[in-house]
């Protein structure tokens, strides 16, 4: 018999985020696993089964999210630039048989990160609004009146769109990708490629001008790539989380005014917490609203 508890994983390049939703809507850490470069996907799907089984044999359904191309009728990851050995990984399948059937959802972190925000009611239920996360990539999700719209498949993939022909080679195999400017190595390279984006914002608030400079030049990037993507769908705004999104003030001004000077839309920002639970929470709220 179903515990009709749901649960969240968040699975990146390094960790694994494993938690769970209660019947009354809290939302509970339970492990934090190693994916490691060389873990081989059934290695780590068996250590967040045996997670999730230590204190509930029969959970009600998992969620999934994991970045990269993710088939969601299929739980099928086709690629993941940060988790090469994936590529190809039927998740849902795999992690439900060593889970004794229960179902899993599987979706791209950053929508089920968007699914977070619209369960907590961060994300507006009315109107058409757009997710962007910054850390190690860009990831994007696009929402309609409360829904995710996902186009023919993988809509939202707002990261590998370009915005410099011939400009620098990406992950995904292309050159010139909105990643490769306004992404974690992005701002270290606008730096000195050596310091952590964490260093350069402390040092930037104690007024270092080369990192208030590698900051300026982010922002500009980050607000090209808004313009472009509001002159396509004219939402009637952004919203932004992952790493980079808690050092927002300090880019604010450049990315605004990139944006207004390249696109009429107003300019319409806000912020979502990026606790480290946020995308395992968000894939419960999935899981949990498929149930």
């Known amino acids: 018999m179903s515990s009709r ?13 494993v938690g769970r939703m209660d019947r009354d809507g ?14 081989q996907p059934g290695d780590v799907l068996k250590s967040i089964a045996e997670v999730i089984r230590r204190s509930d044999p029969s959970p009600a359904a998992v969620g999934v999210g994991v970045a990269g191309l993710v ?37 791209n972190d950053c929508n089920v990160f968007a699914i977070g925000g619209l369960h907590r009611g961060d994300i507006p239920a009315e109107g ?6 910054l850390g ?10 409360g829904r995710l719209t996902y ?40 730096y000195d490629r050596r310091t952590e984006p964490k260093m350069i914002a402390t040092r930037a608030r104690k007024g270092d001008a080369k990192a208030i400079a590698a900051f300026s030049e982010y922002g500009r990037w980050l607000g090209r790539g808004m313009a472009n993507l509001a002159k396509c769908l004219a939402p009637r705004g952004f919203f932004l989380g992952g790493g980079l999104s808690g050092c927002y003030r300090l880019y604010r001004k450049h990315a ?13 920002v806000s912020v979502l917490d990026d606790t480290s639970t946020a995308g395992a929470f968000g894939a419960a709220a999935m899981a949990s609203g498929k149930c």
């Open 5 to 17: 508890n749901c649960w969240g994983v968040d699975i990146g390049g390094s960790t694994a985020v």
């Open 26 to 39: 809290s939302f509970r850490l339970a492990d934090v696993l190693d994916t490691g470069p060389c873990r």
């Open 71 to 107: 088939d969601p009728g299929r739980g099928f990851l086709s690629f993941s630039p940060n988790l090469p050995l994936w590529n190809g990984t039927h998740i849902s399948t795999m992690l439900s048989r060593f889970l004794g059937g229960a179902p899993v959802f599987v979706d």
């Open 128 to 133: 058409l609004w757009l997710f962007i996360t």
């Open 136 to 145: 190690t990539g860009i990831g994007g999700a696009i929402i309609s009146d």
């Open 151 to 190: 186009g023919t498949g993988t809509a939202g993939e707002f990261g590998h769109m370009t915005i410099r022909e011939g400009g620098r080679m990406c992950t995904c195999g292309l050159r010139g990708c909105w990643e490769r400017y306004a992404a974690r190595e992005a701002l270290m390279s606008y």
């Open 256 to 268: 605004r005014q990139e944006y207004e000077s390249r696109c009429p839309n107003a300019w319409n």
